[in-house]
């Protein structure tokens, strides 16, 4: 294959995929290809796709179709999908939609590169047969890490990447790793922890294309955080389905808490993110860990879904205000300064209005940092979609417009109470017209969250600061979910 042959990566929909995508990236760079910034000047584009939820699938097929456009007014040659969308449809993906050269599970990540010299060779791949990925591996969490080496799983070392250190850039400098490269310069990264999910919501079909929960051993994650380091990272976002499960296959609930400690060590690393918490499953030494080891910033993205118990039950998934409410309580006893994120369904089957006065009442009860408002969708395969007392498509859209502006306005408040708060605040953006200066404060997560404006003392933006460095500062205003400040006076 010739070194020229250009490629470029479309990730879309979570922090999770953009692991998988590096890992492509990684994948496609030690098989010679090129990995270029724009579409236009690929051989190739490659669309790492989202199949969550509809609004996630359309914007896959539509970036897959913009994509193909390119074959017509740009030097693309194949547009290939991976990614969720892909696994979960496979074969009826690509019927669908001929303009894609090729359709590929998660089984073909290890043979990338060889598959996309393929495919621009002119050959037919077989589209990707879907099947139910919780069946790969067995029942018992225990006996799962030893099977597990037969498995493709993104973002887990495989057995057919053992071998030689493969050059700077595309992977850990040592010990077990998948391969990787990244794909941006900032001075955040995620970092796959575990795979797959366990539970059994009733609105969710992520288990059965994403598989049975399985962790990475600590000494891969700790490796590949150095690794990370070493690239200019200097904040790791742990991400999995759902992180307070890690350790459950390994022999360890706890074992998350150990991770950390051992994360912690990591020279060159500054911050610690764990994302995807489980309410149900929050313990009181992880909340301990979170808000006490070195470097773990107080950040807890707690996903309560609902807070009317008959909805939580619907959905399989337990709790109510008063166990939710105190667990908020349980994390700012610890961490008053905690952010506390989550998201929310609304028109869930047999959703009544009284059960959406309970999820508002809970809201404005804990005042939480952010939180995500989905309506309620079907979602092909899921036990929700065939249940009777649905509710419209213009109540759900009412609903969500209430839901979201009560929110908007609960959010607001709390960025406002922040003023007056000192902490760290990571730079990660300035912008080369204006000079503005942007970064995010331990309670605030990447991209979603909201960031803090840094200025000076007259309200200019902050000088003498570069992307990475940590600045100390106070909390001088709010504007919506975004904070302004600035050094505090000596």
């Not at 070194?3 to 492509?24: P, Y």
């Amino acid at each position: 294959m010739s070194q020229q042959t250009r490629v470029h990566l479309i990730s879309l929909g979570c922090s999770r995929n953009d692991v998988d995508s590096e890992e492509l990236a990684g994948r496609l760079a030690a098989g010679g290809y090129q990995l270029v910034a724009e579409p236009e000047e690929a051989d190739a584009v490659m669309v790492n796709t989202c199949g969550f939820v509809e609004s996630a699938k359309q914007d896959s097929v539509d970036t897959l179709l913009a994509a193909a456009d390119l074959k017509q007014s740009g030097k693309a040659q194949a547009v290939v999908a991976v990614g969720c969308m892909a696994e979960r449809y496979g074969s009826e993906l690509a019927g669908a939609l001929p303009e894609a050269d090729a359709v590929l599970g998660f089984d073909r990540y290890a043979t990338i590169a060889e598959d996309l010299q393929r495919i621009l060779s002119g050959e037919s791949l077989p589209s990707h047969q879907p099947q139910d990925r919780r069946k790969l591996l067995p029942i018992a969490p225990k006996a799962r890490p030893a099977a597990a080496g037969a498995v493709t799983i993104p973002g887990h070392a495989h057995h057919a990447d053992a071998g030689p250190d493969l050059p700077n850039g595309l992977a850990p400098a040592s010990g077990p790793r998948p391969v990787r490269q990244r794909l941006g310069t900032g001075p955040m990264a995620p970092l796959k922890m575990a795979s797959g999910c366990d539970r059994r919501c009733t609105f969710c079909a992520i288990p059965a294309f994403r598989g049975a929960y399985l962790s990475r051993p600590p000494a891969e994650i700790v490796s590949e955080a150095q690794w990370l380091v070493s690239q200019g990272v200097r904040e790791v976002f742990l991400v999995s389905e759902n992180s307070t499960s890690y350790g459950k296959d390994l022999g360890d609930l706890r074992l998350m808490e150990q991770v950390l400690e051992d994360l912690s060590e990591v020279e060159g690393l500054e911050w610690i993110r764990v994302s995807y918490l489980q309410p149900a499953e929050i313990r009181p030494s992880l909340i301990n860990a979170m808000t006490s080891v070195p470097k773990v910033v107080p950040y807890f993205d707690l996903s309560f879904q609902h807070a009317a118990p008959g909805v939580l039950k619907r959905m399989r998934r337990y709790g109510d205000p008063a166990s939710f409410a105190e667990l908020v309580g349980a994390v700012r006893a610890h961490a008053p300064q905690a952010g506390i994120r989550s998201n929310v369904i609304v028109g869930f089957p047999g959703e009544t209005e009284d059960d959406v006065d309970v999820l508002a009442d809970f809201l404005a009860d804990v005042s939480l940092d952010v939180v995500g408002v989905f309506g309620y969708s079907d979602e092909d395969g899921t036990e929700a979609a065939t249940m009777t007392d649905k509710v419209s498509a213009d109540v759900i859209a009412e609903r969500v417009d209430r839901i979201t502006q009560l929110v908007s306005e609960l959010t607001d408040q709390r960025a406002e109470e922040r003023v007056g708060e000192r902490w760290p605040v990571l730079v990660e953006e300035i912008d080369l017209d204006t000079g503005e200066v942007w970064g995010r404060a331990p309670h605030q997560g990447p991209e979603v969250d909201g960031q803090v404006r840094l200025v000076d003392s007259e309200g200019e933006p902050l000088t003498a600061v570069a992307v990475g460095d940590l600045v100390q500062v106070e909390c001088i205003d709010s504007e919506g979910v975004d904070l302004v400040g600035t050094r505090p006076p000596a």
